[in-house]
């Protein structure tokens, strides 16, 4: 489990680029190369049983780790400020490991209802399987204290809602967290390391899917699970015994690395893994870019009579634009809006020239997708509604096109029937 220090001594691009040179590489390389050996072998028995009981660091099976993986995962808690990082096959794998690894039958789970449609799903199964599941409208601290109960473990909120762009009470549920002893999980796929890190709002424990913006390009897919060492493993009632003889700060991935990563087997290839580490070096270049384009285009709808309402966190009639304003960087890449009624939103995207229609977040390309009929149409028309969710909303992850070619493009297709 690759580790790193607390104050990075380079900027945050810096520090990624030169990350893999921080130790030796075969030959002078300056990437860490691909290690495809599934297995690892040892001159002396004793080394590969010492390793096997946690006794000294070192490679078992490629399943449960891979010096290329390892050098991501290094890179990712140098990202995210955090103690410890485990990589994952997909953001999904990452998120089901929290629950898989550390919630029990008979736990509670507190989460902001405003998800990404899978981790809604995920929930459902969560509650199926004995893990009471409270969803709350967590952009007030107020209604997260409310659902508390003696059994919750776990707190789960997104930094940025995807589609609605609704940002949860990040700081104030971090001190209630941090007041009364529960993990505080946060999904910062949405805004990535760059524009924010959770550890600053107390967040034990952090996910980004690798898949989007870290990796950037649409081409690979992968998750991670850093922990930001703020959480108390020692006060965590269902860490098993065999993982407490680990020092308390690091019994929690620990007990994931055993339980999520090594029983269900959603591992990160070593290519996947080298894919998302070259992408991730251009991350600040890309959102920077990326932001900048979503907040004149999210302005330029906003503006336009024939568009009803445009959701994103850059303007200042945003809900939490203070919040935002005061947390992130920038304010993202992705937005939604809603068209007037005259406009059917099949025409509209079907008239965009550069946008693509696809499901997908963080790509270097412009992406539109009709939510209410695609990624969000299994949860049912009374899920969407308390969602906030219409039927002519359009989700809209921005890429790094010239901005006055995207401008002109989404202008040219707000033509009435």
Not at 18 to 37: A, L, M
Not at 51 to 73: D, H, I, M, W
Not at 325 to 340: D, H, Q, V
Request: aromatic share 8%; glycine share 8%; hydrophobic share 45%.
């Amino acid at each position: 489990m690759s580790t790193t220090p607390q104050s990075p001594k380079y900027g945050f691009t810096t520090t990624i680029l030169h990350s893999d040179r921080q130790k030796d590489i075969e030959h002078g390389s300056v990437h860490k190369p691909i290690h495809t050996s599934v297995m690892y072998g040892y001159s002396d028995a004793r080394d590969l049983a010492a390793v096997f009981q946690n006794k000294q660091s070192g490679y078992r099976y490629g399943r449960q780790g891979n010096p290329t993986v390892s050098a991501l995962e290094e890179k990712i808690s140098k990202m995210e400020g955090g103690l410890a990082t485990i990589a994952f096959a997909t953001g999904m794998a990452a998120i089901g490991a929290v629950f898989q690894a550390l919630l029990r039958q008979g736990d509670h789970l507190v989460s902001s209802s405003f998800l990404f449609g899978n981790t809604n799903s995920l929930w459902q199964t969560v509650a199926g399987q004995g893990v009471d599941v409270s969803l709350v409208d967590a952009t007030d601290v107020s209604h997260v204290a409310a659902a508390l109960t003696p059994a919750t473990r776990m707190v789960f909120v997104e930094t940025i809602a995807n589609p609605r762009t609704q940002i949860a009470d990040l700081k104030k549920i971090g001190e209630l967290c941090r007041e009364k002893g529960i993990l505080f999980v946060v999904d910062n796929t949405m805004t990535s390391p760059y524009l924010f890190q959770p550890k600053v709002v107390h967040a034990g424990l952090v996910i980004n899917s690798l898949t989007k913006s870290i990796a950037g390009h649409g081409n690979v897919l992968g998750g991670a699970l850093t922990d930001t060492g703020l959480f108390d493993w020692s006060t965590f009632p269902n860490i098993a015994a065999n993982f407490r003889k680990q020092p308390a700060h690091m019994q929690g991935l620990a007990q994931i690395r055993a339980k999520a990563l090594r029983d269900f087997g959603a591992s990160l290839s070593p290519e996947a893994a080298h894919q998302v580490a070259v992408g991730a070096e251009t991350i600040a270049l890309r959102m920077d870019r990326e932001c900048a384009n979503a907040l004149a285009l999210a302005k330029m709808l906003a503006a336009d009579p024939r568009v009803a309402a445009v959701h994103y966190p850059g303007l200042p009639d945003h809900p939490q634009h203070v919040l935002a304003t005061e947390l992130f960087t920038a304010y993202g890449a992705l937005f939604s809006f809603e068209l007037k009624p005259e406009i059917d939103c099949f025409d509209y995207l079907n008239r965009l020239k550069l946008a693509i229609n696809a499901t997908h977040l963080g790509d270097t390309r412009t992406l539109v997708i009709p939510v209410a009929h695609t990624i969000f149409f299994e949860m049912g028309a009374e899920r969407r509604a308390e969602m906030g969710i219409a039927d002519s909303l359009i989700r809209v992850s921005v890429g790094i096109e010239d901005t006055q070619d995207l401008l002109a493009d989404f202008a040219n297709a707000l033509v009435a029937e």
